[in-house]
């Protein structure tokens, strides 16, 4: 009975009035809303409701369908969906569900389209999630995420949902567009909106003046990416060159589409012939093409992009950078830094990530001039569209305002603020939605990039706590805890010590047992402060401080062996951990991708073993600095043999190792190969060390000394594989990257080994 009607229900705004005896299609002569449609139940009913939906669109002429799957979105996959247009879009949730998948495949639904979503049977679905980011020992008995969107969709009654024994399909009068926004369209020629048309007048202005500095920003669906093809377009055909970069070549295909008559000489170079979209006047195509321009589409990692500073050799007249957000920040700092004129564009409140986080970093550091500038006004549906407003308030959590009534707070003393704040420290199944509200938007705004499948991970993940600050029921400050560490790590803590294995989860737990090379750090107990958030206006007022210490007085009286933190490395944020009472016991040596800053792990240890752990991790960090090798300490010196030991073994990396071998090497520098032998035999000369760690080093030590090259190899801190190279091609030697690299060390290293055996 249910299936009858779908094809009735979906069809309805495309076959106007053919239908005598339906009441859905009768007298339908106004515009529609897009439509949400769940789909629920057994496999068997599911496949014949899709069957049905691709039945109806191969039927009706010139209805386009898409239909996804988890797998088919999976990864940087997921974006290539940008740009595309169609009137009915699937996405079958039955195997997983990811927010963000749902939300990159609504955005491709146009005008009068339908969102379908093909789901478990709804009363079961919250109890058999599959999810992907369930820490080693943890398990999901019960999703919050999607019990919470099961009932976002059953009280949304412009949402329709069909069952194997219901049909909530409701009358297309519910989706009518209301006359306003049917009278605020947009009749121009070239632009869509009035909104379009002054942000490119901005542009070209700028332009003009030989100053463009911008960065645009709007939401899905605002036509930011038909803006860009319309301005670079008519740069073009006044003869300028442009380059344009995205992180994936399909994401631009939008800004492509609006550029006219070209000819493609391959795929990342386009010399346009010629093009006059604002009067739509075409000449010959035999008509001269001297004065024309081009664009040139390159990776962000390409050095086209640094190279245009040079007055005498300006390649191109424009950089412009589609999707910045999902760049690294570095990345886009140093392309404009290094172009006279660009533009940044970045999509916001999207699957991509909120993007206030990006904002938020990026705008302080904008050379003076710049100008920002939005687009609000919705292209591909309507103003107030039902599916835009769900997916908002639902999985970005955009229902309340982090910058809501505090302005009497601003100028509250901080001392008098914080004595009247209220502390908790609790699981989210225990935060209400008002307060749920305000905790994400805060994280949002305080990180680089946080997608809605970052908020399914914080409500689902069992090993997470919220801690929150709160001025009567206003939430000023947010901190997520991750629980680490413990008995769940037991069997496997061998394996993380050693190198040989990586459970999901447990990140300061892991790294700390990693560092140290000891099975034992990774069976204490550990809080680690994952994120904190502080509202803007009482920032720098000492509520951040106050947030972590009330978390560490928690973590003491529940007998929490250590709390920990890992961040991205600055000297504000150093100090800002050392004060709070944390050591910093290592420094990453690889930047994060997105934000291009080095991590950094902090440790306040809250019992004796911990203590220790700390002490000797201290003193590893600080023997890569000046001590010379006979002085440092046993403990230090063993792990440094067991972590070459496991290196050798094919466990370590050779980035894990790297810092020891610089040390190595530069002992090597030092004593001649006849002095390092002795050393071996004189074991008063580094006190205190038992003779056989003393031995160890030293044969090591012997070794790097005996192969110059291997001296000359790690005399750098860092693997620089350019460097390298060139080093092993001096000693006759040829290597393609780090892993023949890895293998040449690991070969030379094996004799000092094999004279322990």
Known sequence: MALNQLREWLLAPYTKNKCENSSHLSDINYPVHRRMLIISGNDTFCEAALSIIQTSADETESLSLATFTSTELKGKRRKKVLGSEYDIASLDCRDSFKPGDAMAVAGIVKHQGCLVLICPELEQWSSNASVSFLSEGFTLTHSRYLARFIECLRTNADIAILTESTARLPDLS????????????YRGSLFRSKEQECVYGRLYQSYSLNKLNALVTAPRGRGKSSLLGIFIDSLVRKGKNVLLTSEQY???????????????????????????????EQ?????????????KWVPPDSELLHTQNSKNNTTFDLVVVDEAASMPLPVVNRIITTNPQWILSTTLQGYEGSGNGFIHKLIPNLPNGSIHLTLSTPLRWFEN????????????????????????????NSVELLERSNFCLRSFEDVNESTLQQIMSLLA????????????????????????????????????????????????????????????????????????ADPKAATHKYWRINRIAVHPKLQGRGVGSYVVNKVVSEAREQLIDATCTSYG????????????????????????????????????????????????LKSLKASFDGANVNELSKTV????????AQFIQGYRTLDDVW???????????????????????????????AGDTQEKVALLINVINKKSYLTALFSHSNIEMKRVKGVLSNNGMSVNGLKETTSIVRTELCAAFDQFQ
């Open 174 to 185: 519910t989706y009518r567009v209301e006359k306003p926004s049917l009278e605020n369209a």
């Open 250 to 280: 399909e994401n631009v295909a939008n800004v492509m589409s609006q550029l006219h008559q070209f000819d493609v000489t391959n795929k990342t170079d386009y010399q346009f012939h010629h093009t006059d979209s604002i009067n739509k």
């Open 283 to 295: 000449r010959s195509v035999d008509a001269p093409r001297a004065c024309l321009g081009s664009v």
């Open 385 to 412: 569209d039902p599916i835009e407003a769900f997916f908002k308030s639902t999985c970005l959590f955009e229902g309340g305002n982090v910058n809501n009534i505090i302005t009497n707070i601003e100028s509250e």
């Open 445 to 516: 705004l305080a990180h680089y990039q946080t997608t809605p499948d970052d908020f399914m991970r914080l409500l689902d993940s069992p090993d997470i706590m919220v801690a929150t600050l709160k001025l009567g029921t206003l939430v000023v400050a947010a901190a997520i805890i991750n629980i680490e560490g413990g008995i769940k790590l037991t069997h496997v803590s061998t394996g993380i010590a050693s190198g040989r294995r990586r459970p999901k989860g447990h990140l300061a737990a892991q790294r700390l047992t990693l560092l140290s």
């Open 569 to 616: 490395t600055t000297l504000k944020l150093d100090n800002f951990w050392t004060q709070n009472g944390f050591d910093i016991v290592d420094y990453g040596r690889k930047p994060n991708k997105a934000s291009g800053e080095t991590s950094a792990l902090a440790v306040l240890p809250l019992s004796p073993k911990t203590t220790e752990l700390v002490t000797n």
């Open 637 to 644: 010196l063993d792990i440094y043999v067991t972590k070459l």
């Open 659 to 689: 810092p020891i071998l610089h040390k190595l090497s530069k002992e090597a520098q030092s004593v001649s190969q006849i002095e390092t032998q002795s050393h071996a035999r004189d074991c008063s000369n580094m006190p205190g060390i």
